[in-house]
């Protein structure tokens, strides 16, 4: 959080049950039910129109998903440079993100555009659970969970290649895929079994991600580096050199964290920065099986990648 919030009287209220810094934010109204407040915009990462509309609406629903919510309404947010670039394609980038709303049953009821000199597309979504036993935050995770993660790394390394020009097709098709699918079927599996605490894999990376787990939940944690999934592709466009910024600030701000000494290229990959990433859940281990069943039912592809560990320090052994 940014310094102006810490501890403002306008983040406070006794309502507030998740304050800045979880997935989203979540407040109890008077009759039991949970709000489930977030927002997410960004400027293209794909050349399509429409998929750029369809990846920012399955991003912008994640963070509902990743606290065990249902989402119920969305507001659009538009910058669009008016006059350069033709309404036609922001016609198509709408179009995308009211498709996937429509398929998470989220509803588009208003939004605002201004004229911007890059475009910006994305979404405040609004979910609900139906009481706070329900929620799964951050927060919640216990020694000895086991790590399970529902999409595969390499998306802004992807990103990257697909902005040089330099990503071959089947490669950039195949992330496009991974990004639009909604996390609402892993939600629904997860809520069946019940986590522990989730968070989706988005800007910080898995790592990144997984951190803010342990710092919430107090405790460290053991990756199975090897067991992490990673998209056809993305060790050859690392190799070439393809890796975005945002991901070299999260790789300086987890190493410190990260105790062994591992390749680098496999902590590039683990700290690369995700958009519209999967879910990464802690179950006990006596649900992991139950976890992994109902996933497979949902049709959600789905690893197991490591534990959460007894020790403060929210550090990370890599294995
Ligand atoms: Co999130
Ligand atoms: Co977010």
Aim: glycine residues 12%.
């Amino acid at each position: 959080m940014l310094r102006p919030l810490h501890d403002h009287p306008a983040t406070r209220s006794p309502d507030v049950l998740v304050g800045p810094g979880d997935d989203a934010g979540v407040y109890r109204l008077a009759d039991g039910r949970v709000l489930i407040q977030t927002v997410d915009f960004f400027t293209p990462i794909v050349d399509d129109p429409y998929d750029w509309g369809r990846i920012a609406a399955a991003n912008a629903l994640s963070d509902v998903y990743a606290m065990g919510g249902s989402p119920l309404t969305a507001l659009q947010l538009v910058g669009w440079p008016r006059g350069e670039i033709p309404l036609a394609a922001l016609e198509e980038v709408i179009r995308g993100g009211a498709d996937v709303m429509a398929e998470g049953g989220c509803v588009i009821v208003g939004g605002h555009s201004i004229d911007d000199r890059e475009p910006k597309y994305g979404f405040a979504v609004t979910g609900t659970v139906a009481s706070v036993e329900e929620l799964v935050t951050n927060a919640g995770g216990r020694p000895g969970d086991r790590l399970v993660l529902t999409k595969p790394l390499g998306l802004g390394i992807i990103a990257t290649a697909v902005k040089a020009g330099a990503c071959p097709p089947e490669v950039a098709a195949e992330a496009v895929e991974t990004m639009v699918a909604l996390n609402d079927r892993a939600a629904r599996a997860m809520h069946r079994v019940g986590a522990h605490a989730a968070t989706d894999v988005t800007g910080f990376g898995l790592l990144g991600h997984l951190r803010e787990i342990l710092v919430a939940s107090g405790l460290s944690a053991v990756v199975d580096a090897e067991a992490v999934p990673v998209l056809p592709g993305v060790v050859e466009l690392l190799g070439a050199g393809f890796w975005p910024g945002g991901s070299g600030r999260n790789l300086d701000s987890v190493r410190p964290h990260v105790l062994d000494d591992p390749a680098e290229a496999t902590l590039q990959i683990l700290c690369d920065a995700q958009t519209s990433g999967g879910l990464l859940m802690a179950v006990p281990p006596d649900r992991e099986g139950a976890l992994l069943g109902a996933l497979e039912e949902e049709g959600v592809a789905a690893a197991v990648i490591g534990e959460l560990t007894d020790g403060p320090e929210a550090t990370i052994r890599l294995c």
